[in-house]
């Protein structure tokens, strides 16, 4: 259901979507932009959180960087036993994204798992447990954007960020590779990682757990961009509930030597808010996936035909997600 909203927190929202402000006072940084009190911006953002359009505020963490192995998931299974193989492998912390879509593998989940726990016996237990008719595994071959961006005032997805048709956003090569953290840094990832309260100084408490100030807290989560650890801190939003309805995955067919410059294409249109390469199956032959959001699902067809006439891939489909399981943040250094 679309939430209608007012002006200003739309603006509220590009705002605290893009970057939100690392300081000790944060919400009166972006009430000033606003031209609005710290208090009127801080009961705006409470509101939007009981309006489920903000889902959560806390650090975007680079899974690969962290050590971790990441893949997703296809599953197939009887439309009667959906729902109840959703929820239990929803109970797994590291699956983030969970969705119904239509096509012959009608279950697609993110799953990211600690090194020393195995990713693709992870998924056949799951998939045993579950009573699956079909699992694939999808694991990232080669990645060409993430960065999921709405602009609220416009309607339109704004992904720009992150875009990097090598795979890392300043031209490294690292984009996959565990970076080691210390036992003080992980304890940073575990604090950041977390919904952040809404108050006046939401940063003072995770400081204090940790016994360092808030500038030593922000100093280290810059510390964690430089390094490709953290993305950004941000909030998520309920893209349904924002207003952009339809959540199209794109799946393309695209040869080989062309796999880069077709890739590349795709990741540079703002409403695509990830692309990537997948490896293929004789059943599967789909190696490019780009997501796309919009205000409607004819919209997403829309932005698919022009993607389709710009790189000339005319092999593809757009399967939309009609239920969503789960979407949360994956949480890390957590027990099972």
Same mark, same amino acid.
């Given at each position: 259901?679309t939430t209608?909203?007012?002006?200003?927190d739309?603006r509220l929202?590009?705002?605290?979507?893009s +970057?939100?402000?690392?300081a000790?006072r944060?919400?009166q940084?972006?009430?000033?932009?606003l031209g609005i009190?710290?208090?009127e911006?801080?009961?705006?953002v409470?509101?939007?959180k009981?309006?489920?359009?903000?889902?959560? *505020?806390?650090? *975007?963490?680079?899974?690969?960087?962290l050590g971790?192995k990441?893949?997703l998931?296809?599953?197939?299974?009887?439309?009667e036993?959906?729902?109840k193989?959703a929820r239990?492998?929803?109970?797994?912390?590291?699956? +983030?994204?969970?969705?119904?879509?239509?096509?012959?593998f009608n279950?697609?989940?993110?799953?990211?798992?600690?090194?020393q726990e195995?990713l693709e016996g992870t *998924?056949?237990?799951l998939?045993e447990?579950?009573?699956a008719? $079909?699992v694939?595994?999808l694991p990232?071959?080669?990645f060409?954007?993430?960065g999921v961006?709405?602009?609220?005032v416009?309607g339109?997805?704004?992904?720009y960020d992150?875009y +990097?048709?090598?795979g890392f956003k300043?031209?490294?090569?690292g984009?996959?590779?565990?970076e080691?953290?210390?036992p003080?840094e992980?304890?940073?990832v575990?604090?950041l990682?977390?919904?952040?309260p809404? &108050?006046?100084?939401?940063?003072l408490g995770m $400081?204090?757990?940790l016994?360092v100030?808030?500038?030593d807290l922000f100093?280290?989560?810059r510390a964690?961009?430089?390094?490709?650890l953290m993305?950004?801190?941000?909030?998520v939003l309920?893209?349904?509930?924002?207003g952009f309805?339809?959540?199209?995955?794109?799946v393309?067919?695209?040869p080989?030597?062309? +796999? &880069? &410059?077709?890739?590349?294409?795709?990741?540079?249109?703002?409403?695509?808010?990830h692309?990537y390469e997948?490896p293929t199956f004789?059943?599967w032959p789909?190696?490019?996936?780009?997501m *796309?959001?919009?205000?409607?699902?004819k919209r997403? &067809?829309?932005?698919?035909q022009?993607i389709s006439?710009?790189t000339?891939?005319a092999d593809?489909q757009?399967?939309?997600s009609?239920?969503e399981y789960k979407?949360t943040?994956?949480?890390y250094?957590?027990e099972?």
């Open positions: 259901m209608p909203l007012q002006t200003l739309q929202l590009n705002i605290i979507q +970057s939100f402000p690392l000790e944060p919400f940084a972006i009430g000033h932009e009190s710290e208090e911006a801080i009961g705006r409470v509101a939007l009981r309006l489920n359009v903000v889902r959560q *505020i806390s650090a *975007i963490f680079d899974t690969r960087r971790y990441t893949t998931v296809a599953m197939r299974f009887p439309p036993a959906l729902t193989a239990h492998i929803n109970q797994h912390p590291g699956v +983030s994204h969970n969705y119904a879509r239509n096509g012959f279950l697609w989940f993110t799953l990211a798992v600690p090194p195995s *998924i056949l237990r998939g447990e579950t009573g008719q $079909a694939r595994l990232t071959l080669r060409f954007k993430i961006n709405f602009d609220m416009s339109e997805s704004a992904a992150y +990097s048709p090598d300043d031209g490294q090569n984009w996959n590779k565990g080691p953290l210390t003080s992980v304890r940073v575990q604090e990682q977390e919904d952040l809404l &108050e006046a100084r939401p940063f $400081a204090q757990r016994g100030t808030e500038g100093a280290c989560a964690f961009q430089e390094r490709g993305r950004r801190y941000s909030a309920h893209h349904r509930r924002a309805r339809a959540n199209g995955m794109a393309w067919k695209v080989p030597e062309r +796999s &880069e &410059e077709v890739g590349g294409i795709m990741a540079a249109h703002p409403a695509v808010t692309c997948r004789p059943d789909y190696t490019h996936f780009s *796309i959001h919009a205000t409607t699902r997403c &067809e829309e932005i698919a022009e006439l710009h000339g891939v593809y757009v399967l939309y009609y239920r979407k943040r994956v949480r250094f957590v099972e």
